[in-house]
């Protein structure tokens, strides 16, 4: 999808991104472009099977190439936990064991909350067929576990680590609901523009004759207005509309002759005030 | 990451998941997983570039061979969306227009919402490179846009159809941010209602050579079609809105003669396609 801005400052704090013996190199570098979407660039591997650097890596990480460039390789967990003072280990299966089990929201804010404090964190991803082994999962304070579908529950390693990253993204915006830059304000128009789209429509289909009787007209402008109001179409909606109105209404008036012509597509069921 | 139960059953329901374009097999079958990691199964496809079937898609679909085969492809997005009530088109970079811009939470939760009220529901995604262009976007009702960081904002294809699959399957786990599953008291018309009225208009202003160059014509029928997308207008309402636009059109077309007419309060500011 489009729309990256090489000119804004990236963003380059939060958790770690620790991988257990990741397999493919493909995966490594889907998971620096992953961390760089939602801001995060401190990526550590744990004894990568086909070592490290990685072409592979490399391609799949689209513009994240710093983040490959800044991984850092540890020959084993313990090493690459170091430093960390609190970590999350992902896991998609139930575990026995005394660890507290977090979804991708609390966690996201946990680790957020920590991170603020003044603590690094980080967050554990297992190899992408079997996971994490128990006595790497031991070596984490907590784990957390994504809400997927149960017959379908294996998640791609930089899918889960996306989430995650997502997650943390999430938990520092002020309303996680907002989005990342605002729609159009839907302000509907002043009432005098909707009425003068009613005034315009309604002279013109009464020019055609198109109101029957005093009881028809009243009931099919009642119908017009109420499907025009409903939205609360803005100035420039409002604008498109008289446009559109306007050019159908560009042509000489019904002298009877035209009459003769039959309707394009007209059945009783588009008429309003019919229904 | 490991834990699937094949035993368990399989949850299929929910939003469409409609590619527009899509460039390569592999994010097709990458997209494939990610629904099925959380209950979606409903995969449409428009032109996808390399045809279909494609056995790319299907070894990178891992387990999610059923939602590969389940797919359908179309000519058009308008086909794709023709039975759909409702659908979000997902952008990283801002419109001009006249659509609302939500975030993914509150995007999952209005789709839960909808989709509990009996609406059927869909979320359309752009080519890899390039995204959705203007009028594809035109005939989405609402846009959804991801927390990303604005240095790398552009998220792989299946990483942005898995980050609203994980938000659809978050709108409905019971807990306190869990929508009320009422269902919206109007009801938007099935697309190709929409569809039907878009091509009635688009036909009497052309008739009346209303679009002066293939360059206005474009910008003036995506003004239109936004206008008259963005209300989610019901089935009632359409047929009230084309029988307006069949009675200004029940008269005899353009012969050059009564453009001598002066057109009653036309001017250029109401023109769609010139704002």
Redesign the interface.
């Known amino acids: 999808?489009?729309?990256?801005?090489?000119l804004?400052?990236?963003?380059e704090e939060g958790p770690a991104i620790v991988l257990v013996a990741p397999q493919l190199g493909e995966n490594i570098g889907?998971v620096a472009?992953?961390m760089?979407?939602?801001?995060l660039a401190d990526l550590r591997l744990v004894a990568p099977r086909d070592g490290w650097p990685s072409e592979k890596a490399e391609s799949a990480a689209?513009?994240?190439i710093h983040v490959i460039e800044g991984a850092q390789v540890f020959d084993t967990l313990e090493a690459a936990l170091a430093d960390l003072n609190f970590t999350y280990a992902?896991?998609?299966?139930e575990r026995d064991g005394h660890k507290p089990v977090r979804g991708p929201?609390e966690a996201g804010r946990t680790l957020r909350q920590r991170f603020s404090g003044g603590e690094k964190v980080g967050i554990i991803?297992?190899r992408?067929?079997?996971?994490l082994h128990n006595d790497e999962i031991a070596l984490a304070d907590e784990l957390v576990t994504?809400?997927?579908?149960?017959?379908?529950?294996?998640?791609?390693?930089?899918?889960?680590v996306?989430?995650m990253a997502?997650e943390w993204?999430?938990s520092g915006?002020s309303d996680?609901?907002?989005?990342?830059?605002?729609?159009?304000a839907?302000e509907p128009a002043p009432k005098q523009e909707l009425y003068g789209l009613f005034e315009?429509?309604e002279?013109?289909?009464s020019a055609?004759g198109?109101f029957r009787s005093a009881g028809k007209r009243a009931k099919a402008t009642e119908?017009?207005r109420a499907?025009l109001t409903?939205?609360g179409?803005?100035t420039?909606?409002i604008?498109?509309?008289?446009?559109?109105?306007?050019?159908?209404?560009?042509?000489?008036?019904?002298d009877g002759?035209?009459r003769l012509?039959s309707?394009?597509?007209?059945t009783a069921?588009?008429?309003?005030g019919?229904?």
């Open positions: 999808m489009a729309g990256t801005d090489k804004r400052p990236r963003i889907m472009r992953a760089a979407n939602f801001g689209a513009g994240a992902t896991t998609a299966r929201v991803f297992g992408e067929r079997t996971g994504f809400p997927v579908n149960p017959s379908h529950a294996s998640l791609n390693l930089a899918q889960a996306l989430l997502y993204m999430s915006l996680a609901t907002a989005p990342a830059f605002a729609g159009p839907i315009q429509i002279e013109a289909l055609r198109y119908n017009l499907v409903r939205p179409f803005t420039l909606e604008s498109v509309l008289r446009g559109l109105v306007a050019s159908l209404d560009r042509f000489q008036r019904n002759s035209s012509e309707p394009p597509r007209r069921r588009t008429e309003p019919h229904d």
